[in-house]
């Protein structure tokens, strides 16, 4: 029995990783299932991808499509003629995907065509904003999955709300936190971390990548403007995402405080997270990571696929409008940030959930 493990972008790295271990312990133990790792290549850098599989321990993918950057439709149809070569050449008895960038839908429909079934880890969220190209990507996944594994209640009610079947959900908790446990004791200051003269509880850390915030140069400006001018001199550490960077070539006139650094690797971000007075992105996964370290959590959107994230975490929707911005620092620093608790089953065992799941399904367990 052997399925495909789809990983395309940055945050597919830490979701995989867990899995991947679990079918391993499974192995060493006479479990039969095994696993082909394919990368699209919708990441390529070393900075977005290859330091994320060498710092979780992933083994090298054994198939790199390599589709690079393009259009959400160039991307899209490069992966699926890829896959479906892949496919067609040598096929597996099911393809599990993860989250909800391109590579996810993209390889989710190929498989289905070809009567692979499919199975999707973090399914059932929805932000109910179509205007991101992860929601269309999460829609049209869950539309053609055979098995879901869900973090959430909220996702279990999205899939069943929708006609799923409660047979074919699976809750198992939250692959990206498996990974954010094991690796608590590894994190590790960046290089930069004296140099810039940061101190655990005196700085911020911010993410933008979302093209809402960061496509425009104006509104981009303006959000930074708004965050250094309500930081109270804090050092705001921003690491810059490639799609932001291509918006901010020109860096002159950014607030002070600013500190623009490469995107980081894994172990090194969550380092600045776990020890930041608080977070500023339009991520979703921070602010899973946040809520389970417990740092306040500022996102930059309007809606979330994650309301977790907001009514158990430290998370709180800010929106777009860069006014929104200084009454929130200043709730911060006057120490009025909630408190948050852990979602349920964020425990570190989804993976082991999910692997004893896809066991079961497939027939593929101790024989
Ligand atoms: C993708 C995901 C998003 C995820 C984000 C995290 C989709 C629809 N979006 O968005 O859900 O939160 O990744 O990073 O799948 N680029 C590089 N180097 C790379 C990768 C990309 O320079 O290794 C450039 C590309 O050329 C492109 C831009 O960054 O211009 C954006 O990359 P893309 O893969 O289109 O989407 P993201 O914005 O990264």
Excluded at 79 to 91: D, K, N, Q
């Amino acid at each position: 029995m052997r399925i495909d493990i789809i990983a395309g972008a940055r945050p597919n790295f830490a979701k995989i990783a867990p899995i991947i271990r679990a079918i391993e312990a499974r192995r060493a133990a006479g479990g039969r299932l095994r696993y082909r790792l394919v990368h699209t290549g919708q990441h390529y850098d070393a900075r977005m991808s290859g330091d994320f599989f060498e710092q979780l321990g992933i083994p090298a993918p054994d198939v790199n499509l390599e589709v690079g950057s393009g259009t959400q439709a160039e991307q899209t149809a490069a992966i699926m003629t890829r896959y479906e070569a892949l496919l067609l050449a040598e096929r597996s008895d099911l393809c599990l995907v993860v989250g909800d960038v391109t590579s996810t839908m993209a390889c989710a429909i190929t498989a289905q065509k070809l009567c692979v079934p499919v199975a999707h880890v973090e399914a059932g969220i929805r932000s109910g904003d179509w205007t991101m190209p992860e929601e269309i990507n999460r829609m049209v996944t869950d539309a053609i999955t055979n098995h879901f594994f869900t973090t959430s209640e909220f996702a279990n009610a999205h899939l069943r709300r929708s006609g799923v079947a409660d047979d074919r959900i699976f809750f198992v908790g939250n692959t990206m936190i498996d990974t954010l446990l094991a690796n608590l004791e590894r994190l590790r200051p960046p290089p930069f971390w004296h140099e810039m003269g940061l101190h655990a509880g005196h700085y911020l850390v911010m993410t933008l990548h979302r093209p809402a915030n960061v496509d425009s140069e104006t509104q981009l400006r303006a959000l930074l403007q708004a965050i250094g001018a309500h930081s109270r001199g804090l050092p705001v550490v921003f690491p810059v995402h490639p799609r932001t960077a291509k918006t901010l070539k020109d860096v002159s006139g950014l607030p002070a405080g600013l500190q623009l650094v490469e995107p980081q690797p894994y172990l090194e971000f969550n380092y600045l997270v776990k020890h930041a007075k608080a977070v500023i992105t339009d991520s979703g996964g921070i602010t899973e990571e946040a809520t389970v370290l417990g740092i306040p959590c500022m996102t930059l959107r309007d809606t979330t696929e994650r309301p977790e994230t907001v009514t158990v975490g430290t998370n709180e929707l800010l929106g777009t409008d860069p006014a929104s911005i200084g009454p929130a620092l200043q709730r911060l620093f006057e120490g009025q940030w909630k408190r948050g608790g852990t979602p349920q089953r964020w425990d570190g065992r989804s993976g082991e959930r999910i692997v004893a799941t896809l066991e079961r399904l497939l027939g593929a367990a101790a024989g």
